[in-house]
């Protein structure tokens, strides 16, 4: 939750890239926890939900018009993402990973561990997603999405 991040980098007096003091970086952060919530988090779930947990419960794959729907609607919302908070920055709030950045990341791995590389044909995003994989520590990103990328096993 948003909530609980916010309060435990408040709390335990985290990096200050996490939750810049700066506050136009601080603004950008909150901008992006805000709008990501109805685009970005609700368009990757709806596509997790849509090619992963629906056909699991139902039986039945998702009728292929209505993935397409589901696709186009995140990729809509990957498009804004790109233009309006990466732009030409190496992270969200500038040049030093976020919170917002972290989110970010953990929301689109959702469509990546069903096998939706949204990454594939987006360099601008690919680069983002290395450098952000980068700041945390690749062993310990890969440590953190180990059970999801494996969802498909199921």
């Given at each position: 939750?948003?909530?609980?991040?916010?309060?435990?980098?408040?709390?335990?007096?985290?990096?200050?890239?996490?939750y810049p003091s700066d506050l136009q970086k601080r603004a950008r952060v909150n901008?992006?926890?805000?709008?990501?919530?109805v685009n970005i988090r609700a368009k990757a779930s709806k596509f997790f939900l849509s090619k992963m947990l629906l056909p699991l419960i139902t039986g039945q794959p998702l009728p292929p018009e209505k993935l397409e729907f589901v696709t186009?609607?995140?990729?809509?919302?990957?498009?804004?993402?790109?233009?309006?908070?990466?732009?030409?920055?190496p992270f969200i709030a500038g040049s030093e990973v976020s919170l917002a950045d972290l989110?970010?990341?953990?929301?689109?791995?959702?469509?990546?561990?069903?096998?939706?590389d949204l990454f594939e044909e987006r360099p601008k995003?690919?680069?983002w997603r290395r450098r952000v994989e980068?700041?945390?520590?690749?062993?310990?990103?890969?440590?953190?999405?180990?059970?999801?990328?494996?969802?498909?096993?199921?």
């Open positions: 939750s948003i909530a609980i991040l916010l309060y435990m980098v408040q709390k335990f007096k985290t990096p200050d890239h996490w901008e992006y926890l805000s709008w990501q919530h186009e609607e995140l990729n809509v919302a990957l498009k804004q993402f790109e233009e309006k908070f990466l732009q030409d920055k989110v970010a990341l953990v929301e689109l791995m959702q469509p990546v561990c069903v096998g939706y995003l690919a680069e980068e700041a945390v520590g690749k062993q310990l990103f890969q440590e953190a999405h180990e059970e999801i990328m494996n969802v498909k096993n199921l």
